[in-house]
């Protein structure tokens, strides 16, 4: 049974505290989890608890530590560590809130996340086998090489300029395409005189001109690094259009001029038609259904379109976006919902209706792993968790190698039986 729940503040990679927790069970056994932070949050997220105040600007995140230590603690005394839905369930039950705006989700994620790690560790198998994983599957993996938006202060709108290794042997054989796409990227950038120094998830954060360029950028990179671009590597957009999206006049104030959602549609379907992009994340704003539905209409078949503002990882909301067509992928990441449990919720839901699920680190994140595992134990099919730079990013790509190798050595195995409940 669970011993004993404790939290501390860290820092993560923009140097902003936040939680971390730690399980310990009866038997001694421990586990610990670190919580991401993102920087261009969806409106409906659930609540990240930060102190206020002057320390630490005021993002100081004590009291959800002291949560943890406190009121969480006595609630998990005794409780069985296998049972994850339980766990989350007395968690959610003692916040009380919509939005776990009491405890903070900050405080109930960073608990929900080391109570799996510890029941693995307790169960003697790797965090991906814990979670549900069988013929666990490695993901294809999305790597946002240039930084705009709210991640740089390269001055581009578009948020994330990604790339994805489309053919491949491996996961391995993957990703050494994308390190060398990325280096071919960074003398492409210095031979036309851009700065080369980096963004918040690791991608360079160049003061191009336009989205555009960036993306001519990644192709010229592409194809001086001796690959075909679409056939081998693609390219994938993050615009995160709610950082853009004036919600008084419902238009996009975009590289310079107002755009209606209308001209965003045929920029977006220029774009598309020009260059080898397979996904399109947050084209619209957090509210504007409307939108997205029109452009999953017009587009959908022919690119994937990532709902990641508009629906939070909440199953709720996602069940939504399915009934109204918008979209047709879920972006997935842990801290908006704030349990493991209803983030599964998510997940189940989006693949019943055909979906595609891409697992998701923040761009504030720490060296925890969890989301590596996750992707595969859920079969996720995609992950994005940045560019071949900075070890709170490399390091799930690492963990994503390892677990390749580990399976690689073993036979499928059957199903755990105190698993996380997945399918
Ligand atoms: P965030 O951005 O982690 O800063 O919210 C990531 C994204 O928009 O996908
Ligand atoms: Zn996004």
Not at 55 to 70: C, I, P
């Amino acid at each position: 049974y669970i011993e004993k729940v404790i939290a501390r503040e860290i820092f993560d990679s923009r140097g902003n505290p936040t939680v971390e927790a730690d399980v310990i069970l009866s038997d001694g056994t421990m586990g610990r989890a670190a919580v991401p932070s993102g920087a261009s949050t969806g409106e409906r997220e659930a609540v990240e608890l930060r102190d206020g105040g002057d320390r630490l600007q005021g993002k100081g995140v004590l009291k959800a530590v002291e949560n943890v230590n406190t009121e969480i603690n006595d609630a998990l005394h005794g409780v069985d560590p296998l049972n994850q839905a339980n766990v989350d369930q007395i968690m959610i039950d003692l916040d009380g809130t919509e939005n776990k705006g009491r405890l903070g989700a900050n405080a109930i994620l960073g608990v929900s996340m080391a109570n799996c790690r510890a029941a693995a560790n307790y169960e003697g198998i790797p965090l991906y086998r814990y979670l549900g994983g069988t013929h666990a599957e490695l993901p294809q993996s999305f790597h946002n090489v240039i930084n705009g938006g709210k991640h740089a202060d390269s001055g581009i709108d578009t948020q994330e300029f990604m790339i994805s290794p489309v053919k491949k042997e491996s996961f391995r054989d993957g990703i050494e395409k994308i390190a060398n796409v990325y280096h071919t990227l960074k003398s492409v950038l210095a031979e036309k005189g851009y700065e080369t120094g980096l963004g918040d998830e690791g991608g360079f954060a160049p003061r191009l001109s336009s989205t555009e360029e960036a993306i001519e950028m990644l192709v010229a990179a592409i194809k001086q690094a001796g690959y075909e671009p679409g056939e081998e590597i693609a390219i994938a957009l993050d615009p995160a259009s709610s950082e853009f999206y004036d919600h008084e006049t419902g238009n996009y104030k975009f590289e310079g001029t107002e755009k209606t959602p209308d001209e965003m549609i045929k920029y977006y379907e220029g774009l598309v038609d020009k260059y080898p992009i397979i996904s399109i994340e947050d084209p619209f704003g957090e509210d504007d259904w409307e939108n997205y539905a029109k452009f999953t209409a017009a587009v959908g078949d022919k690119v994937q379109i990532v709902d990641d503002d508009l629906v939070v990882t909440n199953p709720a909301i996602v069940r939504e976006a399915i009934k109204k067509g918008c979209g047709n992928a879920v972006l997935i990441k842990l801290n908006q919902i704030g349990t493991v449990s209803e983030t599964l919720q998510t997940i189940r839901m989006a693949k019943k209706n055909g979906w595609t699920v891409m697992m998701s680190h923040r761009s504030g994140e720490t060296g925890d792993t969890f989301i590596a595992d996750f992707a595969v134990a859920t079969e996720s099919g995609e992950i994005k968790t940045g560019a071949m730079a900075r070890s709170e990013r490399v390091e799930k790509y690492n963990q994503l190698l390892r677990i390749e190798e580990e399976l690689k050595n073993t036979a499928p195995v059957a199903r755990f039986p105190h698993s996380v409940d997945f399918d």
